[in-house]
């Protein structure tokens, strides 16, 4: 019913950038709230940021101060300005959303599949 789609990883240097984006399609009636997670090799996943349907956005404390979210409501689709990454930086970063679609009443939680941020020392 839903999809979301992560794209913008790649390979940095240390202090380097990166701009991530993920696109929610299919049958979306709301959507509560999108975030972005990340998981490391051999770690478990954690929280990078969140944003909720009124703006309201959430950092992980490793962070805050080098993230920024945001979304653009008509295309669906929130974003990650990663600037001055570092090495501990390197992991997967999930799209993760909360959902309600046309074909159903409740809320749903999706995944992306994931986009690749490798940070090079």
């Known amino acids: 019913q839903v999809q979301l789609v ?7 240097q240390a202090g380097g950038s990166l701009r991530l984006s993920c696109a929610a ?4 009636f709301s959507i509560n709230y999108m ?8 770690q478990t ?7 909720n349907s009124r703006g309201t956005t959430n950092y992980g404390g490793s962070v805050k ?3 920024t979210i945001s979304r653009d409501n008509a295309k669906n ?10 090495p501990v930086d390197t992991a997967v970063y999930y799209c993760n959303a909360e959902v309600v679609s046309y074909r159903d009443s409740l809320s749903r939680v999706y995944w992306g599949q994931g986009t690749q941020v490798t940070v090079s020392s």
Do not use: C, D, H, K
């Open 6 to 12: 992560e794209s913008g990883g790649g390979l940095v």
């Open 77 to 86: 689709t929130v974003y990650l300005q990663a600037n001055s990454l570092e």
């Open 45 to 51: 996943r954690e929280l990078v940021a969140s944003i």
């Open 25 to 28: 399609s299919g049958s979306i």
């Open 35 to 42: 975030a972005w997670f990340r998981q490391a090799p051999g």
């Open 65 to 67: 101060g080098r993230f």
